[in-house]
Nanobody
Framework: QVQLVQSGGGLVHPGESLRLSCAAS????????MSWIRQAPGKGFEWVSA????????RYADSVQGRFTISRDNAKEELYLEMNDLKPDDTARYYC???????????????WGQGTQVTVSP
């Protein structure tokens, strides 16, 4: 069965960096786009970024463009999100997901990870 296990969340100060990881299993990893989705406290689900099967195409939400970098290692079947210059508004629970994340607003599915908390606080 599809399994996406996340790690790397935590508490950081504004301007600091954090790297999230997502270990995949139960499907042919390199046949799928992968994405990151987040939910801030009291907010809906927001698409953050997506990456193509071979890693050559990446897309970002305007709110994170220039600060976040999505990447993948198909040999390790892992997805990453490097978050730089973190801001308080980045505080959210972050989910990795199989697919482009076009349906992010619908919320978690069987193809999402368990989520990991990122808190950015002075």
């Amino acid at each position: 069965q599809v399994q996406l296990v996340q790690s790397g969340g935590g508490l950081v100060h504004p301007g600091e960096s954090l790297r999230l990881s997502c270990a995949a299993s139960g499907f042919t990893f390199d046949l799928y786009f992968m994405s990151w989705i987040r939910q801030a406290p009291g907010k809906g689900f927001e698409w953050v970024s997506a990456i193509s099967q071979d890693g050559r195409i990446t897309r970002y939400a305007d709110s994170v463009q220039g600060r976040f970098t999505i990447s993948r290692d198909n040999a390790k079947e892992e997805l990453y999100l490097e978050m730089n210059d973190l801001k308080p508004d980045d505080t959210a629970r972050y989910y990795c997901a199989r697919g482009s994340g076009y349906d992010a607003q619908n919320g978690p599915s069987a193809y999402w990870g368990q989520g990991t908390q990122v808190t950015v606080s002075p």
